[in-house]
Nanobody, 124 residues
């Protein structure tokens, strides 16, 4: 089992940047594919980005492609989400998630472990 703790959220103006971090407990972090998801009020939790176990493979939602970058540091048990050119529609609670099967999925159901979320608010 792994515990995930997100940080780095906050309030930023449109066009600005934020870097989210997700720290994982345990010694098996490198065996998990990791993902970032987001959920706006009244909406479903949506896929944002995922990264393979080694970090060599990444995949993004079309809405963030070219603006967001997912990365990981297995030595630090941490996954990151660098968010640039932020838009008001990026406002949501952002969650990181771990997939112990390492299957590099986009669906919520592919992830067994979730953090508590961090709020990102982008003002216009």
């Amino acid at each position: 089992q792994v515990q995930l703790v997100e940080s780095g959220g906050g309030l930023v103006q449109a066009g600005g940047s934020l870097r989210l971090s997700c720290a994982a407990s345990g010694r098996t972090f490198s065996s998990y594919a990791m993902g970032w998801f987001r959920q706006a009020p009244g909406k479903e939790r949506d896929f944002v980005a995922t990264i393979s176990r080694s970090g060599g493979g990444t995949s993004y939602a079309d809405s963030v492609k070219g603006r967001f970058t997912i990365s990981r540091d297995n030595a630090k048990n941490t996954v990151y989400l660098q968010m640039n050119s932020l838009k008001p529609e990026d406002t949501a609670v952002y969650y990181c998630a771990a997939d112990p099967r390492g299957t590099f999925r986009r669906g919520v159901s592919g992830y067994d472990y979730w953090g508590q979320g961090t709020q990102v608010t982008v003002s216009s």
